[in-house]
């Protein structure tokens, strides 16, 4: 049997409280640690499609 060192031991105690909070409990119900969602546009290509929109646009009006 493999030995633990004591950062694993407490890191698996750690993940072991965490699960077993969530049992028993739904899937809506339990804390997520979600990252807010985040542009998947670069700014180069927001940019670019700003200038073709508005471009045009200047360039009919004109």
Do not use: C, Y
């Amino acid at each position: 049997m493999a030995q633990q060192t004591p950062q694993q031991r407490i890191a698996n105690q750690k993940f072991a409280q965490r699960e077993a909070a969530k049992r028993g409990k739904a899937e809506g119900d339990r804390k997520t640690h979600e990252k807010p969602s985040k542009i998947t546009i670069s700014p180069i290509w927001l940019g670019l499609l700003g200038f073709v929109v508005f471009g045009g646009l200047l360039f009919e009006l004109a």
